[in-house]
Every structure is written in C-alpha cells, then in structure tokens.
C-alpha cells in the first residue's frame, strides 16, 4: 500500500548529495523526523541500522539496495509487515538534482500507517529542504 511521495529538485553537486543522504549518523542535522540514528557497518545492501523518531520509540531498519550515487531502499519492520522507503537521485536540468522519497507499506498495518502519512509527507519535505540547506548553503552577503 502506497503511504506518499515526496520530492526537492535543487542546484546541488550529486555527490555531495549522496554523501549526506547516506550519512546514517548524519540524518539527525537534516531530518526532522529524526533523533538519533545508527548503521552497523558500511551503508550497503544488508547493512542493519537503528533510528529514534524524534518524540517516538526507535526502531530497526535494513538497507536493503543500493545503486551508488542514484538510489537507496530501506526497510522498517511494523508490526504483521514492512515499511519500504525509497531513496531516488536524478541528475536534472541546469546542474540540479531531482531527490525523491517514497514510503510504501506491506501487511496488516498498512491502514494504521496510512492513517499518519499526510504528517510522513510533510516531514519528508521538510527534511528534503533541509538536506537542501545542508549541501547548498547561502553565500554570504557582501559587506
């Protein structure tokens, strides 16, 4: 079951992109959703990590693909299924990147978790303009 889609296209290097979208210890600085989050090992297919959401319990996830510099799925056990998050990173027009997060959920508790995805949504874009400020930050004014 689709729970909602997100995206940001911005002036962006899309390595730099990467480097902060895969940065597990990192997301905290940039995801609104998130207090604190771990990856055992390197970020790669079967890598396990663990995140606390911010005024929630933590919990587990797994990578579960990587294509270096273009994509990334994750997935977050629920009860009586799965949360699938996918992690996409276009090249666009102009020297811009096109970033896009999608969460689909399987199992029984997909109408609970359907349920919270207008405000999943809104935090995605929220952190997606973070993640923006992060790797492309204002030049400083002229003095």
């Not at 889609?5 to 990467?18: L, N």
């Not at 940039?30 to 079967?46: H, T």
Request: charged share 20%; aromatic share 10%; with cysteine.
């Amino acid at each position: 079951m689709y729970l909602f889609e997100s995206e940001a296209t911005f002036a962006a290097d899309p390595d730099a992109v990467w480097n902060v979208w895969t940065d597990v210890a990192g997301w905290p600085e940039w995801d609104v959703s998130k207090e604190i989050a771990q990856l055992e090992g390197p970020f790669e297919p079967g890598a396990r990590g663990w995140a606390k959401q911010r005024g929630n319990l933590g919990g587990t996830f797994t990578i579960v693909a990587v294509e270096p510099g273009r994509c990334w799925v994750s997935e977050c056990p629920v009860p009586l299924g799965a949360v699938t998050f996918e992690h996409l990173l276009e090249p666009a027009a102009g020297g811009c990147v096109r970033l896009v997060k999608r969460a689909s959920v399987q199992g029984g508790f997909g109408p609970l978790l359907w349920l919270l995805a207008p405000k999943l949504r809104r935090d995605a874009a929220a952190s997606l303009a973070n993640l923006q400020r992060l790797v492309c930050p204002p030049l400083p004014a002229d003095q």
